[in-house]
């Protein structure tokens, strides 16, 4: 443990990272917030804020491709993973309330080999998150529905986006190339 902290202490310290507040709220309130890994590897970024709570659990993301839409969603899992590790954070403010799990859905997997298809294996991820998602939960998908057509993955979208939206209420960053969803 004492090389872990001391390992985080001197990131922190040589990155002038700051200490985010961790409480039991149910809130993930970040301001100016970094990406460490992409900052580290390309020695700029952009900062960003995020607010999640009980009142906006659920955020939709829509944009081109490399607009950032990915990075802004796994910077916001790997910061409240720091913070409540205990680590510093490269943001000018954060408060990181109390987080049960995080559920991520990025990237396109198959297993061919067992015949499970890269869309089959999205929906079987899918449905793990919405059977075990709560609302202290934070919920990364990164544009489900990808791996079929236009209309039947809209469908599944806007379906598992209003599921997680109204029903369970996780705390949910939901990026999509469907601009649609942002409408309904």
């Avoid at 985080?8 to 990272?17: C, D, I, P, S, Y």
């Avoid at 970024?45 to 009980?54: E, Q, R, T, Y």
């Avoid at 829509?62 to 510093?88: C, D, E, H, W």
Wanted: glycine letters at 8%; hydrophobic letters at 45%; aromatic letters at 6%.
């Amino acid at each position: 443990q004492r090389d872990r902290l001391g390992a985080l202490a001197e990131v922190a310290a040589k990155h002038g990272w700051k200490r985010p507040i961790v409480d039991e709220s149910s809130r993930i309130h970040v301001t100016e917030g970094r990406h460490p890994v992409v900052e580290a590897v390309s020695g700029t970024f952009v900062p960003n804020d995020l607010s999640l709570d009980d009142h906006t659990p659920f955020l939709l993301l829509t944009g081109p491709n490399a607009a950032g839409k990915s990075t802004y969603a796994r910077q916001a899992a790997l910061l409240v993973i720091l913070a409540r590790m205990g680590s510093f954070l490269p943001v000018e403010q954060a408060i990181i309330g109390v987080v049960d799990r995080i559920f991520t859905r990025v990237g396109a997997v198959d297993f061919l080999a067992r015949g499970l298809s890269t869309f089959m294996v999205e929906m079987q991820e899918t449905a793990t998150i919405l059977r075990h998602a709560t609302a202290r939960s934070l919920v990364i998908l990164d544009e489900v529905g990808r791996g079929t057509g236009t209309s039947d993955g809209q469908a599944i979208a806007q379906a598992v986006a209003e599921l997680l939206a109204r029903d369970v209420k996780a705390k949910t960053i939901f990026t999509t190339h469907y601009h649609e969803l942002a409408r309904l």
